[in-house]
């Protein structure tokens, strides 16, 4: 019996293989697909081009399938409305009734909230960030229009077998020290290219006790070292947050413990300092203290990657009863209606308010440079996302450093790249 | 798909995003002809304006990295793009062109702006016919390279539906 990792299992079952090798071609099954705002349209089209053609006319299975708006909502360019006016259109007559519009929040938020995500499925989205399905234990990767529409034609799509990678994490860091500088921190040593076409599975004890929001902020940002897909074996938290959001059955993989991995990396975060990936690419980090006092015009909290209510929480308990730096556009958008409705019953939101942060509905906010605030030409943004890219946020001659909410706060505050000086708890 | 690629180049060097390539504020449009007045504009400015049919992006490692746009590669295609050889491709936008019929070709070739590079993809042999020197491309997979002879996943999927040698989940 060939010894197999999580996402080699969970490939073989979704081929109906017994087992599967590394750079083998498999059709998988696929148990769900989401497209949001952006690629709705480009895939209903090609799926009518298929479906003009002799295809399908109507959707594998419409239960299957989850429509997101969190790109441009609500619409800011009469594009955008045309988009989801397609959208919206095509989701009625083919009976997809799993279409969120009305910044219910980010599609990689909502999906585990509303319980579409459980362990061991094939979940496939057209958005990079769909591998941060992992968290739970599914395979997750993403894909464009022309492949998702074959996966609405036919509910099936191929996969090589990635080649894995094992990165083990273990310590407890301390003072201002999250998920997010861990993730940065080994995207810094293992580089932006360093994972391309593979699997990456997180292990160690950092990863088996951090709550589901850490463990998604890790596997979010997977894909920024190119890697396939990242997964983790479900932790007690991460079921619970499953079963608390779906009475249906799932199957949870684990990895033979003598499977095999091309690379093994191991990472002690005990000693860790906050993480700034500085720009223009996201391997580019450096510790906090080496970019301090980075003059800076907007900061933002939020996002797929940071915009959870763990996030928000920290970045008040930062604030306090301080205000934003007058030269500072401090934008906050949750990542989700959930998320936004607690913060705001705990009274984060109110803080956010009151320092003369500019809080905007949940959605991915600015963070692709499309909507609710973008950067002039020479403007500099800290933020809590996942890219920082040229140009990513606005013109092409602007710059994003990328960093946990703890320090995105003490930045606005500031008006410069600054490091929280009060004590935090064990930030995992 | 034609056998032998001949055409102008571009060169670009590592990490190439998608954000360069077709930046996301121009995403919402169905015309091919807007995304492909923004191509590249966040790398080099003139390259929309200057790209002619038939010209052929050389680049370094990690070409296409960040988003699953499938606009990033139609809109290179759609500018005139007929080929793009790279040291190694982020995979979501590897797999977007091939989709697409677009040949992505994996090779480490020295080349200069305007130098006339020529792709055998059958023999897998890269020339560069203005500086005399050759190279070789790391060989698509069976099936990848069965998808961009059809001219992409769609025709190749609707060929097999007709012949009968697969199911039609419809």
Redesign the interface.
Known sequence: MVKMNMTEKILAEAAGLREVTPGE?IEARVDLAMTHD??S??TI??FR??AS??????V?DPERIVMVFD??VPAN?I??A??QRVTREFAREQGIVNIFQNAAGICHQVLPERGFVRPGMVIV????H?CTYGAFGAFAT??????M??VF????T?F?VPEAMRIEVTGEPEGHVYAKDVILHIIGEIG??GA??RSVEFTGDTIESMDVSGRMTICNMA?EM?A?NGIMEPNRQTLDYVRARTGREFRVYSSDEDSQYLEDHHFDVSDLEPQVACPD?VDNVYPVHRVEGTHIDEAFLGSCTNGRYEDLKIAAEVIGDRRVHEDVRFIVSPASREIYLKALEDGIIETFIRAGAIVCNPGCGPC???HMG?LAPGEVSIATTN?N????MGD?ASSVYLANPAVVAESAIEGVISAPQQEAGNGC | MEGIIRGRVWRFGD?V?T??II???Y????SLDELASHVM??AR?EFASQVRKGDIIVAG??FG???????APVALKHAGVVAIIAE?F???FY??AI??GLPVIMAKVDADDGDEVSIDLRSGQIRNLTAGSEYRMKPF?D?MLSILEDG???NH??KT??TGISG???
């Open positions: 071609i952006g690629t349209p480009p089209r090609t081009d298929i053609r002799g295809g399908p006319a109507r594998w790109h441009n360019t594009g955008a045309e988009f989205g057209a958005d990079s769909t993403g894909m464009g229009a022309t492949d529409a074959m034609a036919t509910g099936k191929w090589m932006v290219d391309t076409y894909v190119g396939k690419d692709l440079g499309a973008v890219r890219f040229r140009g990513r092409p | 990490n995003d954000d360069m930046p996301g504020r995403l919402r449009t169905f504009e966040g400015p490692r990690n990295c960040g988003s699953s746009r499938e606009q190694s982020a995979r979501i797999r977007n989709n697409i997979n099936y992409g996943l769609v999927y609707l539906i007709d039609d989940e419809g």
